[in-house]
């Protein structure tokens, strides 16, 4: 599904409207997060270290088993009141990199807003497919409805993801613990990402680009709302369009939400605060 564009949107063409004319290093680039923002790796930094500070003020919750792989693991941070909404948080780096450990601290406006977070761990490629991978945050929300009550996470579950956590989390909109989605910044289509360097360990297969692409799957009629910052790299605005147009045509309910002057990185910033506008929208999907 391609959009058409308003005269006055600022919005670049997408990329892959060319795909075919477009040289390796151009259609690598039009994935390359960390090329296209020029202080990612002092964002990046920044984080980590907010997220390690994070974890040492709360370590009751960390490091929560929910499968055999050594990174199939939970952090949790409850909430007060048990009955609290909890954000069920996926993190990114296009399913090759990244930690939930790196992410703490994102859990530091839901919780000061009185949710309870759960930072969710997964096998990386290439030891793992994407096929087990989308396998294991399954088994993740599994295991959130049967021993979440037991760490004090007993409300609606609101599954988000940024990145590759992004699809992750629409991938799984309609698991039956999963009240609804907030999709940060995701891939929706995989068929372009097969022909760039991020393949090289994703080996993604033919069957993987057709059912594991949110865009290529019919929609779920649950609340999801899907963000994405407004200095993303074109590929990703126009993704998050697309699948919101696609859902909005199955008349499934939920935002697009455009975060103001935000890229690929700082998009985040809108979880650390309470008031962020991110964590507005997860209130908002439990309200509507």
Known sequence: MVLEFRLDDP????PRRRWNALAQEARD???????????????VAARNAASAAYRAAHPAGLDVPYGPGPRNALDLYPARDGAA??????????????AREL????AQGPN?????????GYTLAPEASLTRIVAEIGAALDWLAAHGAAHGIRGPLILSGWSAGGLLTALHLGHPAVAAGLAISGVYD??????TELDAKLSLTDAEVETLSPLRRPAVAKPLCIAYGSRELPALIHDARNLHAL????HA????LPVPDAEHFSVLDALRRPGGILVRAAHALLEG
């Open 11 to 14: 919005t670049p063409a997408d």
């Open 29 to 43: 680039a039009c994935y390359d997060n960390t090329r296209a923002v020029a202080d990612s790796a002092a964002q």
């Open 85 to 98: 909404p909890c954000l069920v948080f996926i993190h990114g780096g296009y399913w090759q990199r990244g």
């Open 103 to 106: 992410f703490a601290c994102f």
């Open 112 to 120: 000061a807003a009185g949710w309870s977070v759960a930072m969710v």
């Open 190 to 195: 995989l068929a372009p990402i097969r022909q």
């Open 247 to 250: 859902r909005a045509a199955a």
């Open 253 to 256: 309910p939920g935002a697009l």
